[in-house]
Nanobody, 126 residues
Framework: VQLQASGGGLVQAGGSLRLSCAAS????????MAWFRQAPGKLRSFVAV????????YYGDSVEGRFTISRDNDKNTVYLQMNGLKPEDTAVYYC????????????????????WGQGTLVTVSS
C-alpha cells in the first residue's frame, strides 16, 4: 500500500483544514486508517483512526470534538477534517494504514501500522 497525504497549509487559529490521504491498491477497505502528527521537537503522536470494516472511530484527547476522520472506500481515500485549529496543532501530519488485531490497543500506536505516507505540514498561526 502506498499512501499520499495532501491538504496541509497555513491557517489562522480558529480556522479549518481538510487533509486527504489517497491509497493505492485494491484492499483499502481491509485496513485501519489513521492520522498521526509530529510537532517540532516532539515525538509522533496519535490523532485519529477509522477502523476497517466497522468504521469505528477513535481520537486523541487533544483533538476530540474538533477533528473528524472519515473514509471513502470507493475512492481509496481517508480524510481528516480539522476545525477550531489551535497553534498547538502545528505539526507534520502523517497518514498510516495497518491491520492491528481487534483486541489489540495498537491502533493508536505507531507499531500498529505497516504503511506510512510522506506527511503534510499544517501550520496554525496565532
Amino acid at each position: 500500500v502506498q499512501l499520499q497525504a495532501s491538504g496541509g497549509g497555513l491557517v489562522q487559529a480558529g480556522g479549518s483544514l481538510r487533509l486527504s490521504c489517497a491509497a493505492s491498491g485494491r484492499t483499502f477497505e481491509n485496513y485501519d486508517m489513521a492520522w498521526f502528527r509530529q510537532a517540532p521537537g516532539k515525538l509522533r503522536s496519535f490523532v485519529a483512526v477509522i477502523r476497517r470494516i466497522v468504521g469505528r472511530t477513535y481520537y486523541g484527547d487533544s483533538v476530540e470534538g474538533r477533528f473528524t476522520i472519515s473514509r471513502d472506500n470507493d475512492k481509496n481515500t481517508v480524510y481528516l477534517q480539522m476545525n477550531g485549529l489551535k497553534p498547538e496543532d502545528t505539526a507534520v501530519y502523517y497518514c498510516a494504514a495497518g491491520t492491528s488485531p481487534w483486541s489489540s490497543p495498537d491502533y493508536y500506536r505507531d507499531r500498529g501500522y505497516d504503511y506510512w505516507g510522506q506527511g503534510t505540514l499544517v501550520t496554525v498561526s496565532s
